[in-house]
């Protein structure tokens, strides 16, 4: 599995970097942490990207396989990406594939890249089929995970990190879910931060290749999405996700019998971080049915979706399409 190296402050990254990376090497850096001028202060080799989630395709990808040609890399050179999730998993294709494979460390500066992103090895780009239709699954070399790059980070950026985050204590680890609802400030302590990496670190362990245990990781996700497809991509993943987290709770308490106290808890928390808790689907329940049958969840006879009988207690569970319906339409 990835090495997982934590550092507090900017210093210490580069620090960090100068003793591991060498002029061979090649930065690839988010364009939008160029302000932080690290490539005045690294030894390696610097180029910076501009990406975002329309541009995370096939063009962009070529243009990373073209930036490792120019730097003459081959299979033993080392590939270091600075960015949020999107850079992240592009730059891992194109190295994965590049020359069958040259290895790369991560450097996270988002917070879901943080704790979600940059393990686990999935990475891909979208295409007209859908988001992340195309990749490979290929470990990082390792993980640099450097608090202080949160610290530029947009608000709106941030609290979609949180929700990934308050997910990731709901299915397995009830410290960081207690944590992040009782807290008066929404920004989250690195201990947090660190036991929001070890939940995703230790459920991928056990199903690298996504098989079950990882499909915990999609709770929350199931409605989301339907609520992404359905506004069009005007909500924002994180924000569809804290609503599917919503309805996904309400069926659990229907299903599982989830206690309706966890439920105020979260709606109080997206109250204190202003996210809508509901949405109203513009499509019919037909069209949302037929949304629902594209989920990778999903087969002949429904969806398979992750509800909770507890805190940190979940369980897949086929339901039937219209049983998913039901609720999120009323
Ligand atoms: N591979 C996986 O397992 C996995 C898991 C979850 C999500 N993802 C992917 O991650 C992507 C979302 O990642 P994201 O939320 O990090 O978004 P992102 O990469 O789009 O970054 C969000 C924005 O913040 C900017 N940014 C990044 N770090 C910054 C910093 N420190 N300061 C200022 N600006 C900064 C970026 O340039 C971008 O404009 C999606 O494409 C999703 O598919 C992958």
Redesign the pocket.
């Known amino acids: 599995m990835t090495n997982n190296i934590y550092l507090k402050t900017n210093l210490e990254l580069i620090e960090y970097l100068n003793s591991r990376f060498s002029d061979e090497s090649l930065f690839i850096i988010?364009s939008?942490?160029n302000n932080l001028k690290i490539d005045e202060q690294v030894n390696a080799q610097v180029s910076y990207f501009d990406i975002?989630?329309e541009t995370?395709n096939l063009t962009s990808v070529e243009k990373i396989w073209d930036l490792l040609f120019q730097h003459n890399l081959n299979r033993s050179s080392e590939i270091v990406i600075i960015?949020?999730?999107?850079?992240l998993?592009v730059c891992a294709f194109a190295s994965s594939t590049f020359k069958r494979g040259v290895s790369f460390t991560f450097v996270p500066?988002?917070l879901?890249?943080m704790v979600?992103?940059s393990h686990?090895g999935?990475?891909g780009f979208n295409n007209t089929y859908g988001?992340?239709q195309i990749g490979t699954f290929t470990l990082p070399e390792s993980v640099i995970v450097c608090y202080q790059?949160?610290d530029?980070?947009?608000e709106d950026?941030y609290k979609?990190?949180l929700i990934e985050l308050i997910k990731h204590g709901m299915i397995a680890n009830e410290k960081i879910f207690n944590s992040m609802i009782t807290k008066t400030s929404f920004n989250v302590d690195f201990e947090i931060i660190r036991e929001g990496i070890d939940v995703k670190l230790k459920i991928v362990s056990e199903d690298f290749l996504e098989g079950d245990k990882r499909k915990l990781l999609n709770f929350g996700h199931t409605v989301g999405h339907l609520v992404e497809k359905d506004s069009n991509y005007e909500i924002t993943?994180g924000q569809a996700v804290a609503i599917g987290i919503y309805y996904e709770l309400l069926i659990s308490k229907e299903q599982l019998g989830l206690p309706k106290e966890i439920i105020d808890s979260y709606l109080n928390y997206l109250n204190q971080i202003e996210y809508d808790y509901e949405y109203n689907f513009l499509s019919n329940s037909e069209k949302l049915i037929e949304m629902l049958k594209h989920d990778k969840k999903s087969n002949a006879k429904g969806v398979d979706i992750v509800l909770l009988y507890e805190i940190g207690n979940p369980k897949v569970i086929n339901l039937t399409f219209n049983e998913v319906i039901e609720v999120i339409q009323h």
């Open positions: 988010d939008n942490l975002n989630e995370k960015g949020g999730g999107v850079l998993d500066s988002t879901l890249s979600d992103a686990g999935k990475n988001k992340n790059l949160l530029t980070l947009p950026n979609d990190g993943h």
